[in-house]
Structures are given as C-alpha cells and as structure tokens.
C-alpha cells in the first residue's frame, strides 16, 4: 500500500473558480476525513466519512464547499467559487473504525492558492 | 468542546540540548491523546497514542507523558535532523465523534 494518495499537489486559481481535490485512502482503511490547514495554524476540521456517509461537517464549513465519497472509496472536496481566504493546505487523512482512539494517517496535502 | 494549546510555539535548541513541549487540553472524557511530526509541505506523521493519565511511550529521543490535564513531549539530546513542527491532538469521548481536535504545534529548530 502507498498510504494515503492526494491530487493535485499543487492548485493556483483564480478568485470565483470552482476547484476539485481528490484523495485515495489506504484501502482497508472505512473512515475518511479533510482538513485544511494554514500556515503556523494545526489542522482545522472540515468532514468526515464512514464507508459513503458523511457523518461530520464542521459548522464553519461553507456551503460553498462539498465533499463526496461514491462507493467509500475514493473522496472528493470540491470549492465552488472560490474566495482568496480559500488559500490553504488540504490535508486528507484516513483510519480504520474502532471504538477507540482512531490513528489517522494524513496524505501529503493539496495545497490551493487563490489569486 | 475539546480544546488543546500547545506552548511554546517555537523553539530553538542547540544539537544536544534536551527540552519538553507542553499540551494542554481540555475534554469531556479522554478517549486518546496523539503526537504527531509535521515536516515543512508535508502531512503531519504519527508518532505516539496515549490513553491514560501516568502513561509514556519512548521512540528513539522523543518520550511523551500525559497527566489528567496534559501532555509533555520530552526530546532528549536533539539531533537537526529533529527540527520539524510537532502537532498535538485529542480525540474526546462527548457525542460519540471520532474526530481529533488538534493543537497550532510547536515549531522546533535543532542548530547543529
């Protein structure tokens, strides 16, 4: 297994463009979750998934932003009209479900610049 | 709402010089505390699982503690290759939620 697969590495869009992140799991892992992150700030909650459902949104989340997980695999987090406080890191991560603590392992991140 | 405050946020050490980075945080029931490095453009990579107050877990020179209220990373005798920002995070038992709150991180530079 390769880990946790994120892409594109790198976006640079204009204000108002919609833009599209994808993220591949490790593949046994049902439980699925983006964060963003800016700089000198940790981790910041968006959404999460077991297996297709989409169990969490961050109440800061706006409805400009919409994530999917088609049939638990793959994810995606699209930004629709996109706003130059957009601009940060887009870390995916994945865990197995267990009622315990859950390990995330993190992706290497996409990273959006909004112009 | 969990919360966690990592201190200081940035910090300098000479090669060899020990330290300790503070985690504070603040759950309705602990379900785990997790340390994680972070490497400039990269995702944060685990480090350590912690569940209870009075337990450690070493790996190499890195030692994490927790107590009821928080957390201590221990780096004994740092090497460069240490430098890295290191994130906190708690995961608490409220809501049935499996969802790891996490800290700003400790900026660490290890000078050679």
């Known amino acids: 297994d390769t880990g946790v697969s994120q892409n594109p590495r790198h976006k640079i869009t204009k204000r108002g463009q919609n833009v599209t992140f994808r993220c591949d799991p490790i593949?046994?892992?049902?439980?699925l979750y983006w964060y963003r992150q800016t700089l000198g700030q940790g981790p910041e909650f968006l959404t999460y998934?077991?297996?297709?459902?989409?169990?969490?949104k961050s109440r800061l989340l706006s409805d400009r932003f919409s994530a999917e997980r088609p049939k638990g695999s793959f994810s995606t987090l699209e930004i629709q009209r996109t706003e130059q406080g957009d601009s940060a890191m887009y870390l995916c991560?994945?865990?197995?479900?267990?009622?315990?603590?859950?390990?995330?392992?993190f992706g290497a991140g996409s990273r959006l610049t909004v112009l | 709402e969990d919360q966690v405050t990592q201190s200081p946020e940035a910090l300098r050490l000479q090669e060899g010089e020990s330290s300790s980075l503070n985690c504070s945080y603040t759950?309705?029931?602990?379900?785990?505390l997790f340390w994680y490095r972070q490497d400039p453009g990269k995702g944060p990579e685990f480090l350590f699982t912690?569940?209870?107050a009075g337990e450690e877990k070493e790996k190499e020179r890195l030692k994490a503690t927790l107590t009821k209220k928080e957390s201590f990373l221990h780096i004994t005798a740092p090497k460069p290759e240490d430098s890295a920002t290191y994130l906190c995070?708690?995961?608490?038992?409220?809501?049935?939620?499996?969802?790891?709150?996490f800290g700003r991180g400790t900026s660490l530079i290890v000078h050679p």
């Open positions: 991560a994945s865990s197995l479900a267990t009622t315990g603590a859950n390990v995330l392992t």
């Open positions: 593949s046994e892992h049902n439980r």
């Open positions: 998934f077991q297996n297709e459902a989409q169990l969490e």
């Open positions: 759950v309705s029931g602990l379900r785990g």
């Open positions: 912690l569940y209870s």
């Open positions: 995070a708690v995961q608490g038992l409220s809501g049935g939620s499996y969802i790891p709150t």
